[in-house]
C-alpha cells in the first residue's frame, strides 16, 4: 500500500505504551510499539490521561521513528468533534479504536471517522460490560442520552422485543455495525474474545473487499479457537 498512498496509523486510546498482566506481572509492548514494526508514514497516539501520555511520550523518546510521531494528550471525542481526525484521499488511514466501554465510542465520533474517503477501522466492541450487563439499567432509566443512545447514535432501541440480555446486546451489536456499513464499510467477521464467556468482538472495518480477503486469510492461519461471529 505504500506504493500507493501515504500510510498514517491511528490510535485513538493509545495508552502509555506498556501493558502488565497483574496476575503474573508480565509485561508487553502496548498498541503504540506494535504499530511501529511497521512501515507508516506517521503515527497518532491520541491519550486522554495525562500521565499516561507523558509515560507513553516518555518511552517513545528514544524510538527511531520518534520523528514520524504526534502524541495528542486530549480526549479522541473531543480531537474527532474538532475536525483534526479528518485526512485528504491520498492518505491510507488505518485506526485502531479499543475503548474500555461503549461510552468510549459514541456513533458520532465513528462517524468523523468514517467521513474519510481512505479508512480502515480496527475496531473492539464491547458488548458485554457495555450492553449485556446493563441491559436492565437501559431499560429502566427515563434519560434519552444514555451511553446506549450515544453508542447507537439512536433512540429506538426503547422499542425493541428481545428474549434475554444477550439477544438484546446481539442486536445492539447489530445495530452499530450497521450504521458504520451504511457509509459503505464492509463489515468482517467478528472474533470473539476470549474464546469462553467472551466480553467483547473484535472486528475490522475497510470499504476495500481486499481487506475481508487479507482478514479471512489472517483468521485461517491463526488457529486460536476463538469464535467468529458473522451477521
Same mark, same amino acid.
Given at each position: 500500500m505504500r506504493r500507493k498512498w501515504r500510510l498514517v496509523y491511528l490510535d485513538v486510546m493509545a495508552g502509555p505504551g506498556l501493558c502488565k498482566i497483574d496476575e503474573s506481572g508480565e509485561e508487553f509492548a502496548g498498541s503504540?510499539?506494535?504499530?511501529?514494526?511497521?512501515?507508516?508514514? *506517521?503515527? /497518532?497516539? !491520541? *491519550?486522554?490521561? =495525562?500521565?499516561? #501520555?507523558? #509515560? $507513553?511520550?516518555?518511552? $517513545? %523518546?528514544?524510538? #527511531?521513528? =520518534? =520523528?514520524?510521531?504526534? +502524541? +495528542? @494528550?486530549? %480526549?479522541?471525542?473531543?480531537v474527532a468533534e474538532s475536525r483534526l481526525l479528518e485526512f485528504n484521499s #491520498?492518505? $491510507?488511514?488505518?485506526?485502531?479504536?479499543?475503548?474500555?466501554? /461503549? %461510552?468510549?465510542?459514541?456513533? =458520532?465520533? /465513528?462517524?468523523?471517522l468514517?467521513?474519510?474517503?481512505? /479508512?480502515? $477501522?480496527?475496531?473492539? +466492541?464491547q458488548h458485554s460490560l457495555g450492553i449485556t450487563w446493563n441491559v436492565p439499567q437501559y431499560l429502566k432509566s427515563t434519560s434519552e442520552s444514555t451511553a446506549l443512545d450515544r453508542f447507537l447514535g439512536a433512540r429506538d432501541w426503547r422499542t425493541w422485543e428481545a428474549k434475554s440480555a444477550g439477544e438484546f446486546a446481539q442486536r445492539a451489536v447489530k445495530h452499530f455495525c450497521d450504521s458504520i456499513e451504511s457509509d459503505g464499510f !464492509?463489515?468482517?467477521r467478528? +472474533? %470473539?474474545? @476470549? *474464546?469462553?464467556q467472551p466480553l467483547y468482538r473484535f472486528t475490522l472495518f475497510s470499504r476495500h473487499p481486499l481487506a475481508e480477503k487479507f482478514w479471512n486469510e489472517i483468521l485461517k492461519s491463526d488457529e486460536t479457537g476463538q469464535r467468529a461471529f458473522g451477521f
Open positions: 503504540p510499539f506494535v504499530a511501529l514494526d511497521f512501515e507508516f508514514d *506517521e503515527f /497518532i497516539f !491520541i *491519550e486522554e490521561q =495525562s500521565n499516561l #501520555a507523558d #509515560a $507513553l511520550k516518555t518511552r $517513545l %523518546s528514544g524510538h #527511531a521513528k =520518534s =520523528s514520524k510521531v504526534k +502524541i +495528542i @494528550p486530549e %480526549s479522541w471525542l473531543t #491520498a492518505t $491510507l488511514v488505518v485506526a485502531f479504536v479499543d475503548p474500555t466501554g /461503549i %461510552s468510549k465510542v459514541p456513533m =458520532s465520533a /465513528i462517524r468523523a468514517t467521513k474519510n474517503p481512505k /479508512i480502515d $477501522l480496527l475496531l473492539t +466492541i !464492509i463489515g468482517t467478528h +472474533i %470473539s474474545v @476470549p *474464546e469462553t
